[in-house]
């Protein structure tokens, strides 16, 4: 539990020696001493900053204490309450807020105090009408803002909170804290082009800030626009040439532009600097994959996963290293493995899995796979056109049929699967229902006709066919 906050902090100063050896006394052997209410949140402060032995218990002591000496004082009043109320003392604590809006109903602290319970308890609206309040009482806007977005996020109104925390940087572009948080949302819901107009703007507000310029060469990054995501991360460096973060940021932009080579030079005079994680290792093992170094691709994986052995990703990146080489045996080891920890976080790990398996013709463990993937992943069209190619290559087409007429439930205008389901048709003669499925592809995307070839190939040779799609050809 909370009993104060960063703001609590302006007024407190150390108490001297003398004063705490009274505390003591008083604490451990009952020598009953008299404070001043500054000089108790003197005391308060220091005890809970110095997390001593006995820490809990001296903060409660102090606060029951304090409020018996000086019932009225607000600071202590409110404590008491939240102290009463966090151990379910509910009538107690009612009365003391009572008596605490007796003291001064307008005092914003009272409703910032109340949000707090009510959070503790998940009653989030109540606690963002607390907030409210205290915001219209004359509240600090920072930190009233802070805990209001935390609510909202709390209730997943994740655009209510990204808000707040972008006001609370625009009032405060120094306010780091509050910058990681709307950068976490803004990535993670891939709001890519908000984030540079926001960022953008706060390089204007800090333009000194490292972790401004790094989160907007992020999200340039996000909208693939590589050029401006490298200046970004080079800015990061001419205000602090030791910067990792800005050295691990301009390493991955050059990734993802695709300068594979110089990246490794990057991220490797990372490592020559002695700075070494998780991170880094499977960034270096992704790259040496790229450029098909499998064997040095895999040493770094290996390292990544000494540092994080719960990281899916490296194991994956051993597994299809292992398929690249045909070696699909030894793949499959590190493919279970990534599958298992992911807990179908992403199809990716499922579908190789389940290619391995077919490679080594254990076509039932595929299709148990393809079976699992479907439930978790029906709006992935990759997944059911997988499905569908493991059954026809095992000659079962109509089960094949089946599948992809089950993937239409999910995705009824996907033309990948109405290409798919064409080319099955025709290869079991049944042309006039294909050409249905055909025409509707086409019309809703003739560039991709060239899927019907390479789902049916015998379909190159079929005049009809080809007369069909260079009708739509004309339309298009």
């Not at 308890?121 to 963002?128: N, R, T, V």
């Not at 819901?189 to 000194?208: M, R, S």
């Not at 299709?367 to 992935?380: A, G, N």
Request: glycine share 4%.
């Amino acid at each position: 539990m909370t009993f104060f906050n960063s703001e609590d902090q302006e007024e407190f100063s150390t108490p001297n020696e003398a004063t705490m050896q009274k505390f003591d006394l008083f604490f451990y052997n009952g020598k009953h001493h008299y404070y001043e209410s500054d000089d108790w949140e003197d005391i308060f402060y220091k005890i809970s900053y110095d997390c001593e032995v006995d820490q809990i218990k001296k903060i409660d002591f102090i606060i029951d204490e304090a409020n018996k000496q000086h019932p009225n004082n607000l600071f202590f009043l409110l404590k008491k309450a939240a102290k009463e109320a966090f151990s379910k003392n509910f009538v107690l604590s009612n009365q003391l807020f009572a008596q605490a809006k007796i003291i001064n109903p307008n005092d914003s602290d009272i409703f910032v105090v109340e949000s707090e319970i009510f959070s503790h308890f998940g009653k989030y609206e109540k606690a963002l009408a607390a907030l409210k309040i205290a915001y219209n009482n004359g509240g600090e806007p920072e930190s009233i803002f802070f805990q209001m977005a935390s609510c909202y996020q709390c209730l997943n109104k994740t655009r209510a909170a990204m808000l707040l925390y972008k006001n609370i940087a625009l009032l405060n572009p120094y306010n780091d804290f509050a910058i990681d948080h709307l950068a976490e949302i803004l990535f993670e819901e891939e709001w890519f082009d908000e984030a540079v107009k926001i960022f953008k703007k706060l390089t204007d507000l800090n333009p000194y800030s490292e972790d401004i310029w790094y989160n907007l060469g992020n999200a340039h990054l996000g909208l693939e626009e590589y050029k401006e995501a490298i200046w970004a991360q080079e800015m990061v460096l001419a205000i602090n040439d030791e910067s990792t973060f800005g050295k691990i940021g301009l390493a991955n932009a050059y990734q993802e532009k695709g300068e594979i080579e110089f990246a490794v030079t990057l991220y490797e005079d990372l490592l020559a600097n002695n700075f070494a994680d998780a991170e880094i290792y499977f960034s270096l093992g992704y790259c040496y994959e790229k450029l098909k170094k499998y064997e040095q691709s895999r040493i770094y994986y290996r390292n990544s996963l000494a540092e994080n052995s719960d990281n899916a990703q490296a194991w994956y990146g051993i597994g299809a290293t292992l398929m690249a080489e045909s070696s699909y045996n030894m793949a499959l080891h590190f493919l279970k493995k990534a599958h298992f920890i992911s807990g179908n976080e992403e199809s990716i790990f499922g579908l190789s899995l389940a290619a391995t398996y077919l490679a080594l013709n254990k076509s039932e463990k595929a299709v148990e796979i393809y079976e699992q993937l479907k439930l978790f992943y029906f709006d992935e069209y990759e997944v059911w056109l997988d499905y569908s190619t493991c059954l026809s290559t095992q000659s079962k087409n109509e089960k094949a049929l089946e599948i992809l007429e089950s993937a239409l439930s999910y995705l009824p205008n996907n033309h990948q699967i109405k290409y798919r389901i064409a080319a099955i048709l025709i290869k079991l003669e049944r042309t006039t229902e294909g050409i249905v499925y055909l025409e509707d592809a086409l019309q809703k995307n003739f560039m991709d006709h060239n899927l019907m070839f390479i789902f049916e190939p015998k379909c190159k040779k079929d005049k009809n066919i080809k007369k069909i799609i260079n009708q739509y050809k004309k339309i298009v």
